[in-house]
Nanobody, 112 residues
Framework: QVQLVESGGGLVQPGGSLRLSCAVS????????VGWYRQAPGKQRDMGAE???????SYADSVKGRFTFSRDNTKNTVYLQMNRLKPEDTAVYYC??????WGQGTQVSVSS
């Protein structure tokens, strides 16, 4: 069993920044299976960023160059640093382990 708890969402103006955190606990076999996903109103959930093999992080085209996915192994926490936020980034952001275990999500709203 794996537990994930997200935090750090909120309301921000366009061009602003937020950093999301996801505390991960339980039986984790590999950090390569951890990723950030998001679901905008009326849309399907899609990928924001994932750790992939070889230590490479994969990003959705829409967030490349603006979002950075990182982890702190000492705290069992992963982060999503989001810069130059746009209104279209408004969504509920979820942390997932293996697309099987999910956190409760944290709301990010980008609006002036």
């Amino acid at each position: 069993q794996v537990q994930l708890v997200e935090s750090g969402g909120g309301l921000v103006q366009p061009g602003g920044s937020l950093r999301l955190s996801c505390a991960v606990s339980g039986s984790i076999s590999s950090w390569l299976r951890v990723g950030w996903y998001r679901q905008a109103p009326g849309k399907q959930r899609d990928m924001g960023a994932e750790f992939t093999s070889g230590g490479i992080t994969s990003y959705a085209d829409s967030v490349k160059g603006r979002f950075t996915f990182s982890r702190d192994n000492t705290k069992n926490t992963v982060y999503l640093q989001m810069n130059r936020l746009k209104p279209e980034d408004t969504a509920v952001y979820y942390c997932s382990y293996g697309l099987i275990f999910w956190g409760q999500g944290t709301q990010v709203s980008v609006s002036s």
